[in-house]
């Protein structure tokens, strides 16, 4: 992983530690507290999580740095000029929302946002049209007493700049690169002199690129919101929470639901808990008790420092007279596990998603595997910005898998394989799994870790 400065270091620590306190090291130390591994710990402790304010100073150094970095990269790898991002209050273009200081919690109004290359290696221009500011992440740059229609000051800062294109959020592809609406794109035709609406283009590549891409900072901090996923799944997979015979899948559920809530913290889809049982076909969920003998299974994800989570885990309830699990269901999640594998060696930066999906198929087929690829990246949205690499109900690849991978980005590696146990009679059985993971470019590495062995509920205390 790139080195990471001291703020990403002090933030990394603080998240990572039960201290509640961090003091300044002597020297700059170059990794994080909490550096990505493959070995995942089974009911880690809670990363400490940080308070509100703290939490805002640092989604802001973070914003910062994006701005600084990303911003420059992406609009010259695409040669565009100009780039317009605007939204109404309540309405949040995907984008914009991930632009907002920690302190704006909407786009107040209507929040214009120009950025421009002026070239030469000079910095990009960042400006905001709007009643209200930015902190200090943009340049206010329209006063309403001088000049009171908004669009028509978007215009004249259009015009004074002269870009070669002006890139504004339209796709019929992806909503991420979708955000303008209707009106606000008639607004702007309607205030742009001829020869500028000729220079009119998508900016649909590069919201992709901005949401796609992490930053060293993101990176530092990542393994522990992982982390912390992973121990709220590690408690919620135990006799703290479940009692064999008694409790049922959506009482784990909402023990989920209450936890965040306690902890401060959201999450960006409704847990899933179910159970597969011997003799049983499918999955079951709901008010299913969860019984010795059957096989726990939940999807999570949480949302904290504006990241996202999204885990896939297997749990098995013992039987009374059973110190560990049937072996058939060991071996099924190995079999997933190889699957993950393969899955990880098929990432190359250029390959588009359907190529990797149809690489990592044929490989694990040829192996004498039974799975389903269905991976997606991971990051500011739970379902990320970038390409797909299967859909569950769709193995044979997919327009929306035609978007090419890049480096420097975060996926949930999910997926599964179908085999049949023996001890169940060779019923077959579905070993879901997902673990969230970076690509560098050469490598996908676990954020923190991955499961490899089912985690074990005794049924008695």
Do not use: C
């Not at 703290?54 to 992406?74: C, H, K, W, Y």
């Not at 003799?279 to 504006?306: A, C, N």
Request: aromatic share 8%.
């Amino acid at each position: 992983m790139p080195a990471i400065g001291r703020k990403a270091f002090l933030a990394a620590i603080a998240l990572g530690t039960g201290i509640a306190a961090v003091a300044e090291p002597a020297h700059d130390i170059a990794a994080p507290i909490l550096p990505m591994s493959d070995d995942e710990q089974e009911a880690p402790e809670y990363p400490q999580i940080l308070p509100m304010r703290d939490r805002a100073a640092l989604i802001d150094r973070n914003l910062s740095r994006r701005l600084e970095t990303i911003i420059p990269q992406i609009m010259r790898e695409t040669g565009i000029t100009m780039w317009i991002v605007a939204a109404r209050e309540y309405f949040e273009d995907p984008v914009i929302a991930t632009m907002l200081d920690a302190e704006s919690m909407h786009a107040r109004r209507r929040t214009i946002l120009v950025f421009h290359d002026p070239g030469e290696g000079q910095p990009v221009e960042r400006l905001t049209v709007s009643r209200y500011g930015m902190g200090d992440l943009f340049h206010p740059s329209w006063d309403p007493a001088q000049q009171p229609d908004q669009w028509q000051a978007l215009a004249e800062i259009i015009a004074d700049r002269d870009p070669s294109a002006v890139a504004i959020n339209t796709s019929d592809r992806t909503a991420f690169g979708d955000g303008m609406t209707y009106s606000q794109y008639n607004a702007l035709m309607a205030a742009l002199p001829e020869a500028y609406r000729q220079r009119v283009v998508s900016g649909e590549t590069l919201s992709l690129r901005w949401l796609e891409s992490r930053t060293d900072d993101e990176l530092a901090i990542y393994p522990g919101i992982v982390r912390l996923a992973h121990a709220l799944i590690g408690e919620a997979f135990s006799r703290k929470v479940i009692n064999p015979g008694e409790t049922t899948t959506n009482d784990v559920v909402w023990w989920y639901r209450q936890k965040l809530a306690e902890l401060g913290l959201d999450t960006w889809f409704q847990p899933s808990v179910g159970v597969q049982r011997r003799g049983v076909k499918g999955m079951l969920e709901g008010e299913v008790v969860i019984e010795p003998g059957d096989l726990l299974w939940t999807d999570f994800g949480i949302t904290y420092l504006r990241l996202n989570t999204d885990t896939q885990h297997l749990a098995y309830v013992l039987k009374p007279d059973e110190t560990t699990a049937p072996d058939g269901l060991a071996k099924g999640l190995a079999a997933s596990n190889r699957v993950q594998d393969i899955l990880r060696a098929s990432f190359k930066t250029g390959l588009s998603g359907n190529e990797v999906l149809a690489l990592a198929r044929q490989q694990a087929l040829a192996e004498g595997l039974n799975p389903s690829i269905y991976s997606h990246p991971l990051g500011f949205h739970g379902h990320g910005a970038g390409t797909a690499i299967g859909f569950w109900d769709n193995q044979e690849g997919d327009p929306r898998g035609n978007y090419r991978i890049r480096p420097d980005t975060t996926w949930s590696i999910e997926l599964t394989s179908l085999k049949a146990v023996p001890e169940w009679d060779n019923q077959i059985v579905d070993f879901r799994t997902e673990e969230d993971a970076f690509f560098d470019g050469s490598a996908v590495r676990f954020l923190d870790g991955r499961q490899t062995e089912l985690t074990l509920i005794p049924s008695q205390p």
